[in-house]
């Protein structure tokens, strides 16, 4: 099978932390580690920084860097760089609908929003979040609005689950 999916923080995030904590969700994580092994999902290494930001105990963090640290696939190339150079001037000309502080979040080297976008619109992937399409958002740059704009394909965290036939 091929890579299909490119996974945003938020879905790692709301999942140890909400729906498939690591106390009794590890059929999820473990069903990611699989996925990611056979090259049907991955995430960025954007997304990892971001997962790394939490102290030593935070589980979400250890798993990261303990199970899933070869799969947050390197964002370095020129292709993807171009893209991204693409998606953060298209951003950047809508200061008629996001306020200034939106785009200053979007465009941030913290936030890997954009470099997700970016990965996916390079390597043809569906991007996974918890965010949802709203086109009259102006306090943030979601992850699908932009995917609109640009033709890519986004779904839920549960909707990859139902396409990969994930079972509890």
């Known amino acids: 099978m091929s890579l299909r999916f490119v ?21 999820f994580w473990d069903f990611l580690v699989e996925q990611a092994k056979e090259g049907v999902l991955c995430s960025i290494d954007k997304v990892f920084n971001e997962l790394n930001k939490g102290d030593k105990t935070d589980l979400l ?11 947050f696939y390197p964002t370095n190339n020129n292709e993807i760089i171009n893209s991204y150079k693409e998606i953060i001037q298209f951003v950047a000309k809508k200061n008629n609908q996001y306020s200034q502080q939106a785009i200053d979040e979007f465009l941030s080297e913290k936030v890997a929003d ?3 976008i970016a990965f996916a619109k390079h390597n ?6 918890h965010e949802s399409f709203n086109p ?5 740059v979601l992850i699908p609005n932009v995917c609109k704009d640009f033709n890519i394909k986004y779904i839920t965290t549960f909707e990859m689950l ?7």
């Open 7 to 27: 996974i945003d923080s938020n879905v790692f995030i709301e999942a140890a932390r909400r729906y498939y904590s690591f106390d009794f969700g590890t059929k």
């Open 61 to 71: 963090k250890q798993w990261a860097n303990d199970k899933f640290k070869n799969y």
């Open 114 to 116: 954009a470099w997700i």
């Open 124 to 129: 043809n992937l569906i991007v996974v979040t």
């Open 136 to 140: 009259s958002s102006k306090k943030k």
């Open 162 to 168: 139902k396409e990969l036939n994930f079972r509890l």
